[in-house]
């Protein structure tokens, strides 16, 4: 398989690291090239996983590359539009009846692939990512999905390939709101990395003013959220028995949820899921909105 990063960041590097180890043969450094503009970033990446970095799409891409957009949302619109432009003419990307082009996967948040549908001059052979940031250590989480119609079940298959060398992945099927709901999945998945930091940096804070010693305390935070975690991936009882079965009536964990309860920390951390996919409905209106 052939593929081509548009974009060369964080997560492009994410990817391109798991498909070296989980596939160094099927995947090897000739068989994946990036697309990126910043020098300084294609020698890194150029040294870090023996692949080819280019500074335009037309000297990349292949006839049938997978190619993944792996850029910043506000920057989707300019690269989406200048590979169209560069790869028209080797009539690749959209392609010809009967052939396809090639199959294009964003990690963009936000954005519809609606929008990136008409920013490659109608390719349709589309299929919209959310990774998360535990990808960078093999232990992310992508929901996946295809434009209704358009997407093969290879094409699928392709996809899931590609992203399961970074973790998990999960599909939203739904056509009428699947754009949606993918809001929905970066709102709970794509930002929720930064809610269980901000529940661990919270109780690290408290550890500390309690006196605990500082290299004792960082063990205690993070082992409690490893262990946790673990002992829900492996349990089919619902969250909220898991938590009544440490929550002695009248102990010290009763009080602490008492205390939460008063203060509305579920409910808060509801509104704030809420809000973040409120915010990337914003995105796809703002990013789509013609200028």
């Given at each position: 398989?052939?593929?081509?990063?548009?974009?060369?960041?964080?997560?492009a590097?994410?990817?391109?690291?798991?498909?070296?180890?989980?596939?160094?043969?099927?995947?090897?450094?000739?068989?994946?090239?990036?697309?990126?503009?910043?020098?300084?970033?294609?020698?890194?990446?150029?040294?870090?996983?023996?692949?080819?970095?280019?500074?335009?799409?037309w000297?990349?891409?292949?006839?049938?590359?997978?190619?993944?957009?792996?850029?910043?949302?506000?920057?989707?619109?300019?690269?989406a539009?200048?590979?169209?432009?560069?790869?028209?003419?080797?009539?690749?990307?959209?392609?010809?009846?009967?052939?396809p082009?090639?199959?294009?996967?964003?990690?963009?948040?936000?954005?519809?692939?609606?929008?990136?549908?008409?920013?490659?001059?109608g390719?349709?052979?589309?299929?919209?990512?959310?990774?998360?940031?535990?990808?960078?250590?093999?232990?992310?989480?992508?929901?996946?999905?295809?434009?209704?119609?358009?997407?093969?079940q290879?094409?699928?298959?392709?996809?899931?390939?590609?992203?399961?060398?970074?973790?998990?992945?999960?599909?939203?099927?739904?056509?009428?709101?699947?754009?949606?709901?993918?809001?929905?999945?970066?709102?709970?998945?794509?930002?929720?990395?930064?809610?269980?930091?901000?529940?661990?940096?919270?109780?690290?804070?408290?550890?500390?003013?309690?006196?605990?010693?500082?290299?004792?305390?960082?063990?205690?935070?993070?082992?409690?959220f490893?262990?946790?975690?673990?002992?829900?991936?492996?349990?089919?009882?619902?969250?909220?028995?898991?938590?009544?079965?440490?929550?002695?009536?009248?102990?010290?964990?009763?009080?602490?949820?008492?205390?939460?309860?008063?203060?509305?920390?579920?409910?808060?951390?509801?509104?704030?899921?809420?809000?973040?996919?409120?915010?990337?409905?914003?995105?796809?209106?703002?990013?789509?909105?013609?200028?």
């Amino acid at each position: 398989m052939n593929i081509t990063f548009i974009g060369g960041g964080n997560m492009a590097s994410a990817i391109i690291g798991g498909l070296r180890r989980k596939g160094p043969d099927e995947f090897a450094g000739e068989s994946i090239r990036v697309v990126e503009i910043n020098p300084e970033s294609r020698n890194k990446l150029e040294k870090a996983f023996g692949v080819a970095c280019f500074d335009e799409a037309w000297k990349a891409v292949r006839d049938d590359d997978t190619i993944i957009f792996a850029v910043k949302p506000q920057d989707l619109r300019r690269a989406a539009g200048l590979a169209a432009r560069e790869l028209r003419e080797k009539g690749w990307l959209r392609g010809l009846p009967p052939n396809p082009g090639n199959l294009v996967i964003s990690i963009a948040a936000g954005v519809r692939l609606t929008d990136l549908a008409r920013w490659l001059n109608g390719q349709t052979r589309l299929i919209r990512a959310m990774p998360n940031t535990p990808a960078l250590i093999g232990e992310g989480i992508t929901a996946l999905y295809p434009l209704p119609g358009h997407v093969s079940q290879a094409d699928m298959q392709k996809a899931e390939l590609i992203l399961g060398a970074v973790g998990q992945t999960v599909w939203v099927r739904d056509e009428k709101e699947g754009d949606d709901l993918m809001n929905a999945v970066t709102a709970v998945s794509g930002s929720g990395p930064a809610y269980v930091f901000l529940f661990m940096e919270a109780m690290e804070q408290a550890a500390n003013e309690l006196r605990l010693p500082s290299d004792v305390v960082r063990k205690l935070v993070i082992q409690t959220f490893v262990g946790a975690a673990r002992l829900v991936a492996g349990s089919a009882d619902p969250l909220s028995v898991l938590r009544e079965r440490v929550t002695s009536k009248g102990g010290t964990t009763e009080a602490a949820l008492k205390s939460m309860a008063k203060d509305q920390v579920k409910d808060a951390i509801v509104r704030a899921v809420k809000a973040a996919n409120d915010r990337g409905r914003e995105l796809g209106d703002e990013l789509g909105r013609d200028p």
